[in-house]
C-alpha cells in the first residue's frame, strides 16, 4: 500500500477492501480509509477534527469504534458513521470515596525541633507521627489537592510545603498541632516549587524553582527576594546560617561541576566559596556558627577495568570545612602529645634584653619583698566554671539550639580556609551537622545493574573532638535531623539494602521510619584520626508506627489534580516553550471534556496518554497508579518449546533453550548439571500428575517458579523405562529466547564468514546493553569484521560510551620477545565495521544508528528507526503513585539544526525484514550485512603490522 511520512495503522480485511487507520489526511488525526485491491484506490471514509477514530473493529458489516469517549458504527454499505447512544448502568465502585493507608506513598520528611514527631507528605496530604505516643494527625486534608515537601520551622510552630490548591504551586504555611488557619506565603504562581528551608528564625524560608531561580521569603512580608539563577541545573542544596542573614547553595558552573556561594540577605550579595575546579554540594552551616561543611569529590585513586582500560572514580567525595571566620582555629588543629612540667621554661626560650647572649643559666628573680600569694589549685571537675557549663546545658529548651556567640563571615580569603574531614573518601550523600558531631550518609557504589555486592547505604557520625568516625545506623539511606541536634529520622528500605532482586525482578519496596538519639560514644579512642565501623543501631530501632498513617481518597477530586499537575508538567518543562507548535491550553480544555465520565485510574491514563500524546513527541509516557490489587500466580517455565504428537496423546519436547547456568538471570532448567533431559524426549507427568494432549502443558506449572518440580521423561512415548528428573522453573523465558536469537545471528556470521566477522547485539543502551557489549565485543576484537545490531534497542544513554571504543585508531604495536604483538592503544579494533537497525531501533537506538554514520564507522543497513530522541531525566510521580515523562532535551546538529525526532535515521543501505523471508529461517538484514563487510575484507585487508626483523649488531636509527 502507498505509504509515506504518516501512520497507517488497523488494518481490517473484507472482501476485495483493506480497511486501516490512518492520519495522512488534512485533518492530522486517525481516520477511517480503504484500499481497494482491485483499484490500488485509498478513499477516506471519515473526516474527524478533534478526536482520533480509535480501536476500529471490523464485523460482518460495520466498523466500530471510539472517537472522543463515544462509540460510533460505520456501515460498511452507506459508508456512514453513526454515534451509538448507549447507557452502561454501574456502581463506579473504583470512583467511590474510601480510606486508604498511605504510608506505601510517603514522598517527603522532616522532624520536629526536639524530635518528638516526625512530619511526612503522603498522597498529597501532610500528616505529623508521634515518635512513641499519641496520635497521628493530618494538618491538611485535602483531597484533590496535592501538598508536597512538608519542613518544620525550628521554633516547632509551623509546617510549611507546597501546594496546588489554587492550581499552581504556592507555599503554604500550618500550625503544627492542626488547630489554627493554613497561611499562604507566596501569590506568584505559575512554576513548580522545589522544597522550602526554614532559617532558624522562623520568619524566612529559601525555595527554588521550575527556571533555576533561587529565592527566600519572609513569612510576614510574603515577597519572594530573588538570589540567584542556575544556568545549567536546577538549584537543589540550599540552607540558612545560623543567624539566619546568610544563605548558602550550590550552583552548577559551565564544567558542569557545582561551586558553593555564600549568599548575604543583607548585602543582597552572593560570594564563591569553592572553585570550579572540583565538583562542591551539600552546603550546611555549623549550627554553633565556626565552620561551613560541604561535600566534594577531590579524591583521585582511578579504578581500570578488567575488560578493558577504561577508568572511573567511585569513591572520590569527603566532607570539607571551611572557617568563616578568619581567625578561626581549625576544627583538626595539629595534635602533639607534651610533658607537663612545674620547672622554669627552657633557657632557649627565654628572651634577652638586647644584643646580650644567653648564659645558659635560668634568668635571675628578684627577691619579693612581700610574702608571694599561694599557688593556684587545679580546679576539680565540680568547678564553677564546669558547673555554670552543666546548668546552661541543663536549661536549653529541648528543640533549641545554644545561643549564638560572635557570629560573623568573612569572605576575604575564605577559598583558603577548606580542610578535608579524615574520614575514607566513598559516595558520600545528605550532609548535616550538630554542635560538634558531623552526619552523612554513605550510598553504595551502583553498577549499571545495581549496587556492588557487600556495599550498602550506612549513616555516619563523626566526632570532631575525638577525631572518630562512627556508623550510627547500616542500611539507613535517608535521614533529617531535628533542629536541636540531638534526634535523627531515619528511613531505610523495608526489603533490606543487601537483597539481590530475584529472579522474579521488583524493587526493594517501601521503606521504613525511625527516630533514634543523635550522638556518638563518648571519651573513647585516643584523640587521634579513626573509624568505628561497627553499627552503633540496626534498622528497625525507634521505629514509627504507620498502620493509621490513613486518609479519605476521592478518586474524581484526585484524577483531576492529576490532569492538571501533568498539563503543568508539560507547559513546564517540555524543550521548548512553543509545544512543538501545539496550542497547549486548547488541548487542555478539550481532554478536561472526558474527566467526568472517567471511572477508573485506568481510564484517567488513557485521557493523560492522549492528551499528552498530542505533543506528537518521543518519551510521552504515562503508567502506574492506585488500581486494585491483584494477587497474580505465577506459572512456572522450563525454557522449552513442546509439540504434541498426536499419534501418542503425548508432548515432545521439541526444543530446549540453552542459557548460562552460571548466570541466574540466564539460567535454563532442563540444562542445568544432573538434569537428564534432552529435545525429543516426552513429558509424561509434573509431580505425578499425567499430562496428555490435548491439557494445557502450562497447567501443570502453577505456582513452581523457583519451587523444586519433579518431571517424568522418556525418550519414547510410553511410562515404561522412564525416569524423573529434579527441576527448578523459571518465572520467564525472554532472556533464553534472546540469548538464543543472539547466538543463532553469531553462529550464522561465522559460517557464512569462515570465522572473519564478529557479531554483536545490543538490546538496549542501558545496563543490559553495555553489559552485552563488555560480553560480547572484546572476545571478538581480533576478528576482521564486525556487525553490530541494534534492531529492537530500548534505548538507554550509554551509546558515547561504546563509541569511544569504536573510534580507537590504531596508532601502534607492542611486542615482547615470548608474546604476540598487541595493538596500541590496548583493545583496538582493526577492521570493517556494519550496523544493522530497523523501526524498532528507539531513542539511544536512534542515536546510536545516527552517530555510526556521523563517525563514518561503516555503512548502516535495514529500516529507518523510530525517530525520538527528546529525552527525559526520569518518571515524574503523580499523587497517587502513578508517573509521566516530560521531554526536556533535544538533540540538534553542528548546523543548528533539529536532528532525529519524528522523521529518524535512514540507513545507506535500506533492506526490509519481509515476514515471508524471516518465517522461512532468513534474515535479510543481517545477510546483507555480511556481504557488505565481507566485500570490504576482501576489497581492502587490513592486517595488523607484522613484528620487524631482529636488530643487527650495531643498529642504525631508532633501533639503537
Known amino acids: 500500500m502507498p505509504h509515506e511520512d504518516w501512520t497507517d495503522t488497523f488494518p481490517m480485511w473484507h472482501g476485495d477492501i483493506i480497511y486501516f487507520d490512518s492520519d495522512r489526511g488534512p485533518e492530522h488525526r486517525l481516520n477511517l480509509y480503504s484500499y481497494s485491491l482491485n483499484t490500488r484506490e485509498i478513499k477516506q471514509l471519515t473526516h474527524f477534527t478533534e478526536f482520533d477514530v480509535n480501536w476500529p473493529s471490523l464485523g460482518p458489516d460495520e466498523i466500530v469504534f471510539e472517537n472522543g469517549g463515544f462509540l460510533y ?29 498511605v504510608s506505601k506513598l510517603i514522598s517527603a520528611f522532616d522532624i520536629s525541633p526536639d524530635g518528638k514527631r516526625a512530619v511526612f507528605t503522603a498522597r498529597g496530604d501532610v500528616f505529623t507521627v508521634p515518635a512513641k505516643e499519641g496520635s497521628i494527625r493530618n494538618l491538611t486534608r485535602t483531597p484533590g489537592i496535592r501538598e508536597k515537601y512538608a519542613a518544620w520551622s525550628p521554633d516547632g510552630r509551623w509546617v510549611a510545603y507546597i501546594s496546588d ?5 504556592e507555599l503554604y504555611m500550618t500550625p503544627q498541632d492542626g488547630l489554627g488557619q493554613e497561611v499562604r506565603i507566596t501569590s506568584d504562581g505559575k512554576m513548580f516549587r522545589l522544597p522550602p528551608v526554614w532559617a532558624p528564625d522562623s520568619q524566612k524560608l529559601v525555595f527554588a524553582d521550575k527556571e533555576a531561580r533561587l529565592f527566600y521569603v519572609d513569612v510576614q512580608e510574603k515577597k519572594p527576594v530573588f538570589i540567584d539563577k542556575g544556568l545549567y541545573d536546577d538549584i537543589n542544596d540550599y540552607g540558612w546560617s545560623p543567624d539566619s542573614h546568610w544563605v548558602t547553595y550550590a550552583k552548577t558552573s559551565e564544567n558542569r561541576n557545582h561551586v558553593i556561594y555564600l549568599y548575604s540577605a543583607d548585602d543582597r550579595k552572593s560570594t564563591p566559596v569553592t572553585t570550579s575546579a572540583s565538583d562542591s554540594t551539600a552546603p550546611y552551616f ?14 583521585f585513586n582511578e579504578v ?11 569513591k572520590a567525595g569527603r566532607v570539607y570545612i571551611v572557617t568563616l571566620r578568619a581567625d578561626e582555629p581549625s576544627p583538626l588543629p595539629v595534635l602533639s602529645d607534651e610533658v607537663t612540667s612545674a620547672q622554669a621554661p627552657d633557657v632557649l626560650l627565654t628572651p634577652t634584653p638586647g644584643n646580650q647572649k644567653p648564659t645558659g643559666q635560668p634568668p635571675q628573680t628578684p627577691r619579693p619583698k612581700t610574702k608571694p600569694p599561694a599557688a593556684p589549685q587545679p580546679q576539680t571537675e565540680t568547678s564553677e566554671a564546669k558547673t555554670k557549663a552543666e546548668i546552661a546545658a541543663a536549661e536549653q529548651k529541648p528543640g533549641t539550639r545554644p545561643p549564638l556567640k560572635n557570629f560573623r563571615v568573612d569572605l576575604e580569603g575564605i577559598q583558603n580556609r577548606i580542610v578535608a574531614l579524615p574520614i575514607p573518601p566513598g559516595n558520600v550523600q545528605n550532609l548535616t551537622a550538630a554542635k560538634g558531631l558531623v552526619f552523612y550518609v554513605v550510598s553504595p557504589i551502583q553498577g549499571l545493574s545495581g549496587a556492588l555486592p557487600g556495599e550498602q547505604p550506612a549513616l555516619h557520625g563523626f566526632d570532631l573532638k575525638e577525631r572518630k568516625d562512627h556508623v550510627l545506623l547500616e542500611g539507613a539511606d535517608q535521614y533529617a535531623l531535628s533542629f536541636d541536634g540531638k534526634k535523627i529520622l531515619y528511613a531505610a528500605p523495608k526489603s533490606g539494602p543487601q537483597e539481590a532482586p530475584s529472579e522474579e525482578g521488583g524493587d526493594g519496596g517501601p521503606h521504613m521510619y525511625g527516630i533514634i538519639d543523635a550522638k556518638v560514644p563518648s571519651g573513647e579512642g585516643d584523640g587521634h584520626t579513626g573509624a568505628d565501623t561497627k553499627s552503633l543501631g540496626k534498622v528497625g530501632d525507634g521505629a514509627l508506627k504507620l498502620d493509621n498513617l490513613s486518609m479519605q481518597v476521592d478518586p474524581p477530586a484526585e484524577w483531576k489534580q492529576i490532569f492538571n499537575a501533568v498539563w503543568r508538567q508539560e507547559r513546564d518543562y517540555f524543550f521548548e516553550p512553543s509545544m512543538n507548535g501545539v496550542n497547549w491550553e486548547q488541548q487542555r480544555d478539550k481532554y478536561a471534556q472526558l474527566l467526568p465520565y472517567v471511572a477508573d485510574r485506568l481510564s484517567l491514563t488513557y485521557v493523560l496518554g492522549e492528551m499528552i500524546g498530542e505533543l506528537s513527541n518521543s518519551h510521552t509516557y504515562v503508567g502506574g497508579g492506585d488500581y486494585p490489587e491483584i494477587d497474580g500466580v505465577n506459572v512456572g517455565l522450563l525454557g522449552a518449546d513442546f509439540a504434541p504428537d498426536t499419534s501418542s496423546g503425548m508432548y515432545r519436547i521439541a526444543k530446549i533453550y540453552p542459557g548460562e547456568n552460571w548466570n541466574r538471570n540466564l539460567r535454563s532448567p532442563l540444562t542445568e548439571p544432573g538434569v537428564l533431559v534432552k529435545e525429543g524426549d516426552y513429558l509424561l507427568a509434573v509431580n505425578g500428575r499425567q499430562l496428555r494432549v490435548p491439557q494445557n502443558p502450562d497447567e501443570l506449572f502453577i505456582n513452581t517458579v523457583n519451587q523444586a518440580v519433579t518431571l517424568t521423561v522418556n525418550s519414547k512415548p510410553t511410562v515404561e523405562g522412564s525416569h524423573n528428573v529434579v527441576v527448578r522453573p523459571i518465572p520467564n523465558e525472554i532472556g533464553l529466547h534472546e540469548l538464543n536469537w543472539i547466538e543463532t545471528n553469531r553462529r550464522k556470521v561465522e559460517q557464512a564468514s569462515g570465522g572473519r566477522i564478529g ?13 552485552a557489549f563488555v560480553k560480547q565485543y572484546f572476545p571478538q576484537i581480533r576478528k576482521e569484521g564486525m556487525i553490530f545490531d541494534v534492531r529492537y534497542n530500548g534505548g538507554g544513554f550509554v551509546d558515547q560510551i561504546i563509541f569511544e571504543r569504536l573510534r580507537r585508531v590504531l596508532a601502534g604495536m607492542d611486542s ?8 596500541i592503544p590496548p583493545n583496538v579494533f582493526y577492521g570493517h565495521m556494519a550496523c544493522i537497525t530497523n523501526h524498532y531501533a528507539a531513542s539511544d537506538g536512534d542515536f546510536f544508528s545516527y552517530y555510526f554514520k556521523a563517525y563514518k564507522l561503516g555503512p548502516l543497513i535495514g529500516e529507518r528507526t523510530w525517530g525520538g530522541v527528546r ?23 553542528l548546523d543548528s539544526k533539529w536532528l532525529i525526532e519524528n522523521r529518524g535515521v535512514e540507513p545507506d543501505i535500506v533492506i526490509d525484514n519481509r515476514p515471508d523471508l524471516v518465517m522461512a529461517g532468513h534474515d535479510p538484514q543481517l545477510e546483507k550485512a555480511i556481504e557488505v563487510v565481507m566485500q570490504e575484507i576482501n576489497a581492502h585487508p587490513m592486517k595488523l603490522p607484522p613484528r620487524p626483523p631482529d636488530l643487527p649488531a650495531y643498529p642504525t636509527g631508532p633501533g639503537l
Open 73 to 101: 458504527l460505520f456501515d460498511l454499505n452507506t459508508q456512514q458513521a453513526r454515534k451509538l447512544t448507549i447507557y452502561l448502568p454501574g456502581d463506579r465502585e473504583q470512583a467511590r470515596p474510601h480510606w486508604a493507608n
Open 286 to 299: 555549623d549550627p554553633e556558627g565556626k565552620y561551613l561543611y560541604f561535600l566534594s569529590n577531590r579524591d
Open 871 to 893: 529525552g527525559i531525566r526520569g518518571e515524574i510521580d503523580l499523587i497517587d503513585g502513578g508517573y509521566i515523562t516530560r521531554p526536556e532535551f533535544s538533540l540538534y546538529g
Open 304 to 314: 581500570l577495568g578488567v575488560y578493558d582500560m577504561e577508568f572511573a572514580n567511585p
Open 759 to 771: 557479531y554483536v547485539y545490543l538490546p538496549d543502551m542501558s545496563a543490559a546493553g553495555l553489559n
Open 165 to 169: 490548591r489554587t492550581g499552581e504551586d
Open 816 to 823: 615482547a620477545r615470548n608474546w604476540q604483538a598487541d595493538t
